[in-house]
């Protein structure tokens, strides 16, 4: 069981259903969305990392909207695989975000549960030399 950060104890596999007031709070971006990939939650970390105003990103496709550099195999795709298992799962891989102000490394978990079909992508920046974090 993997827990989030000493910020929460509370195990990642429950964060679908953390409330937004306490996801805003965590020190790494949260993005809750629907199964059609419909934002339901943007934390407030990762609106720093984007620069997007949550509340005018709410209700917008992930994918097409928001985030199109993420409609490839390596993260979309990954994403389908845990929805067309039907049961509830994640996955972690390392990505590069394509963010209004410059790409950045990131580690990426996403959670997905079967019966919400909801799931709640995770995004913590990877340390490097040029993205020191």
């Known amino acids: 069981m993997v827990c989030l950060g000493s910020v929460i104890d509370v195990p990642v596999e429950d ?4 409330p937004t007031e306490v996801l805003d709070a965590l020190p790494f971006g949260v993005v809750r969305l629907s199964g059609e990939g419909t934002i339901t939650g943007y934390n407030l970390t990762e609106s720093s990392f984007s620069g997007l105003d949550p509340r005018r990103i709410i209700g917008k496709n992930f994918f ?3 985030a199109p550099c993420a409609s490839v195999k390596e993260f979309a795709g990954e994403l ?3 929805r067309s ?3 509830d799962g994640r996955t972690e891989f390392k990505f590069v975000f394509k ?3 410059g790409a950045m490394l990131v580690n990426i978990v996403i959670v ?5 079909d909801t799931a709640v992508i995770l995004v913590k920046p990877k340390a490097t030399e040029s993205n020191p974090l």
């Open 15 to 18: 964060v679908t259903h953390i």
């Open 64 to 66: 097409q909207d928001i």
């Open 80 to 82: 389908a695989k845990l």
């Open 85 to 87: 298992s039907r049961s």
């Open 99 to 101: 963010f209004l102000r």
């Open 112 to 116: 997905y549960e079967a019966a919400s």
